[in-house]
């Protein structure tokens, strides 16, 4: 006699809910559609000259004080190039990307005087 787990089948819906919640989940990994990155072709079609412009126009919430956390740090390549000012020296068809590290992140990344997180511009 065959049985049939009519339980099981009754659990496909909410297994295909939750792997679709787990999917996208997004963070600060999450490069497709993320509060946390802007892609070269979003840049593209904003038409800015430099990585600090493509950061005003597209994201300018990453730029807002965070408290007593110090200054946002930026990056190139993981590089430190030091205030977000220095953005302006990476034009725009250059970048591949750019993403937001929030500050728990960049301290593990780069160490201390990361209170207000990081920008990090990835070049081609």
Same mark, same amino acid.
């Given at each position: 006699m065959k049985r049939i787990m009519i339980p099981t089948l009754a659990m496909i819906p909410t297994l295909a809910l939750f792997g679709a919640a787990c999917a996208s989940g997004g963070g600060s990994g999450s490069t497709s559609g993320s509060r946390y990155v802007i892609t070269g /072709?979003? $840049? !593209? /079609?904003a038409a800015? %000259?430099? !990585?600090l412009e493509a950061v005003e126009r597209l994201r300018p919430d990453w730029l807002r004080s965070r408290g007593a956390g110090?200054? =946002?740090q930026a990056y190139r390549d993981g590089f430190r190039l030091g205030s977000v000012e220095a953005l302006r020296s990476i034009g725009a068809e250059q =970048? &591949? %990307? $750019? &993403?937001f590290i929030n500050a728990r992140d960049a301290t593990t990344r780069w160490g201390t005087d990361h209170g207000a997180g990081a920008i990090e511009v990835v070049t081609r």
């Open positions: /072709e979003q $840049i !593209a /079609e800015v %000259s430099d !990585a110090g200054s =946002i =970048i &591949r %990307s $750019i &993403r």
